[in-house]
């Protein structure tokens, strides 16, 4: 009897034991992570700011002085130790978010998530995303400078790895039970391609290719134009381009593959983009050119920047950076500031490739078969087998699509050409770009920059402002990149690249400001080609038409159109509604509806009603206009909402116009109304379950933590107005994450914002805490110390010091 | 209170005290199992004295951490779990949790105890 108790006894301790020691489905290991000694309680607290760390390999102390939005103001004696520093203060603050987002980057998230990661980790694997890190890792050997950084920004980064333990590891590797591993400079280059990949990877080449088959070249051309009417480029029409001696690439004579491709791989979201603008002394009104920026990205929580001032005795920096990526990609120092657009070009192309058999060790390239070499990819999975995949890698890039993956065929598949693979040292751009005094240092910094190309907009306190679209840029014939190419066919390849000189560029225009917003870069007489790959229409139109609108501009001004919420693609089309839509049936409660949204001023401001019903309209008649792509196994991209507007109004009578699934057929006028009362439905179905559909209910826009969004760590119904294509670009879930002012006075004042907060601990108040006054528009002086000794402002101080 | 019960609930305090300054979160089972080893106790006392003493010690270390910082990371966490963002159900849980874990390897302390004798 007393045996049968010990056994059950025993049992029973060992059974609680594994239960809760052990992470079982989506919970984490409950004992472990409840534990007030060393379980998430641990993390219950605000940073520690203060006092002396001794971190090995310091050349001298480094101060770090913390202002009261707990942004770090570090004081290094060389730019060694600066970049150490810069290393373990984001590591401190950001540690799980920087491991998170390259463990993302390189297709690793199965190992701490498991099998649900799986198709998105070997999608990335096939994207080529370790084999263009690796490049990226071979050119920043060739500059030492660069490697030196970068290796004691990876040393900061694992002294802040060494002090941590069970207690004191962040929140997120307490609830998923895994551990850090070393920082490595193969991390920093995962994060400059997980940029890359946001930025530079969207293409429809496949979906064209599609569309073009089903639709034929007429109808194509008609549905995607490569300039828009209304185009009022980044750099302005009359510049003249007769220095530009080098010639477009001539068109082959030859035919395009035109498969059928069922699925393709996700793509980033089809927002990412930004402002930025200046305006000279001449057109400010204090005489100081005035530089802003704010990039539109996914709003996450830990935000994707953090603010810091850098500062040897050479140089003192301030502004946005990345974790992970060194010096600061968003800013100023006394003598210039910068910042960027996603320059949105067409860099990813695709390339059918014929294997000569299924062994697939070689392919047909000019009449000859060319041997592929292979990469495994060896993807590990939490709480499962590890998965091998092998991808095959022609002179294009990596065969991404092939029987394994998306496709059927073992003797085909589609490789990817993409300028994210061939290795650049993008990192010295912003490294030299932080030192910069001048125009001219601006233009060497940038001119390494390949990839993702970017709009570096410039301001000096020497009273220059500039505009650059850098980037390493395919010279394309006409039309080459648009559709799926034949790999085999050498004149289908890339033939040479746009000389950086010739990179689209203004220096101090005669119109005394410079501005671009992801809209087209150039118009017609720019000679080389660029593919309109879905630019940006409506805020490029609304910044320039401001700074057309009178001669002097003050900071006041710039917040304004920072958080300006007219909604020009609305303006563009209601009126047209309101001519042509017949009314006569509406019920009581939509002609209610439609009273509201007639008397709207355009303005998609919260507390109104007419932008919730726009929002809820033109989703409802976008996809009616486009019932056409709502095809099975086909991927299709719809046409652009521009173009989409401009055919309903200008070709009503269209055969795209008519709604396939009816028997009537239907012209503008018809999905006008169809699409109205089918929106009503939405809005009075909103008002019954919220009791009312003011904008900032209905859009709802959230700060989703990186771990999919889980509430707990989230932010929801922030109220803030705009939309996608406003220049306050906020979206539900996307939006300015970080805005940034600066008046180049000597030293410059500067404001800043962003959606998020310091600090990655969702236990800290300094988590989230610049959320409200982000949504309202407010900004944050930044504090830019000019010299280490003051005190002025400061909450704490720490000190990090040589250990011997 | 019976004394036997009172030195035991103390002695688990105390272990528990010491030992999960360097043990992980089962420094709770170790210490409900050695003071059952040593001060055993009859009847339902055998679970529920080191089940209190692991719930009161648990709930009040919690307590004291997260109300030095406004509760701020324990309401997030009692809307993970779900708990309708309550963190004293938390605190409560968590003592709960740990007096659990405590409270059953005590009862194999016990066992141990009787094989130990005989």
Known sequence: MKYLKFILTLVLTLTIFYGLNTKLGSAPPIGKFLDPVNGFWQNDTNEVIDGTISIKGLSAPVTIHYDEQLIPHIFAQNETDLYKAQGYITAKHRLWQMEFQTHASAGRLSEILGDVALDYDRQERRRGMGFGADNAIEKIKEHPTTLKYVEAYSEGVNSYIATLDNKTIPLEYKLLDYKPEAWTIKKTSLLLMYMTKMLSSREHDLEYTNALRKFGKERFDLLYPDFFPDNDPIIPKETDWSFIDTKITPTPQSELPLDSIAETITKPHPDNGSNN????????????????????????????????????????????????????????????????????????????IEFKNESRTQYKYDGQWKNTSYRVEEIKVKGAQTINDTVIYTHHGPVTYDHNFKGDNEKSGYAMKWIGHIGANTQKTFLDLNTGKNYDDYVNAIKHFSAPAQNFVF?????????????????????????????????????????????????????????????????????????????GTYRNRVINDFFRSKDKFSVEDFKA??????????????????????????TSEEQELYNQIKSWDFDSDINAVAPSIWLAWWSELYSLTWDEYDVKDVALDKPFEYQTIHMLKHNPNDDFMDILETPERETSKDLFLISFKEASKTILKFKADHGNYLYKDYKATFVGHLLKALPAFSRFNIPIGGDRNTVNAADKNHGPSWRMIVEMSTPPKALGIYPGGQSGNPGSTYYDNMIDDWAVGKYYELLFMQNETTTDKIMSTQTLTPSK | M????????????????????????????????????????????????????????????????????????????????PLGGNPYVLILITGIIGGVAAGIAAMLGKQCSLLVKR
Do not use: C
């Open chain 1, 459 to 535: 301001a000096s306190t020497e009273g220059d402002i500039a505009l650059w679209i850098q980037g390493l840029l395919p010279n394309k014939w006409k039309g080459q990149g648009k559709f799926l190419m034949d790999g085999s066919n050498p004149e289908h390849d890339w033939q040479s690249y746009i000389p950086q000189k010739f990179n689209a560029h203004t220096k101090n225009p005669e119109r005394g400001f410079v501005s671009s917003a992801n809209q087209h870069p150039v118009d017609e007489s720019y000679p080389f080609y660029v593919f309109n790959d879905g630019y």
């Open chain 1, 561 to 586: 159109l920072h958080n300006n919420n007219y909604n020009l693609k609305a303006s563009e089309l209601l009126p047209h509604i309101f001519k042509t839509m017949d009314v006569s049936s509406l």
């Open chain 1, 277 to 352: 603008w200046a305006v000279s002394g001449a057109k400010s009104t204090t005489g100081n050119p005035i530089l802003a920026n704010d990039p539109h990205l996914g709003l996450n929580l830990p935000s994707i920047w953090f603010v810091m001032q850098l500062s040897t005795p050479n140089h003192k920096v301030m502004g946005a950076t990345l974790p992970g990526a060194l010096g600061i990609i968003s800013g100023f120092n006394n003598h210039i500031s910068w910042g960027e657009t996603n320059a949105t070009r067409d860099v990813t192309d695709w390339y059918k």
């Open chain 2, 2 to 81: 019976r004394k036997s019960n009172l030195i035991n609930f103390i002695v688990t305090i105390l272990l528990v005290a010491i030992l999960s300054q360097f043990l992980p979160w089962w420094s709770v089972m170790v210490a409900g199992f050695v003071s059952s080893l040593f001060f055993s106790l009859k009847k339902v006392a055998v679970f529920f004295v080191p089940f209190l003493a692991i719930l009161i010690f648990w709930s009040m270390y919690a307590f004291i951490i997260t109300n030095a910082n406004d509760f701020t990371l324990a309401k997030k966490i009692a809307i993970l779990f």
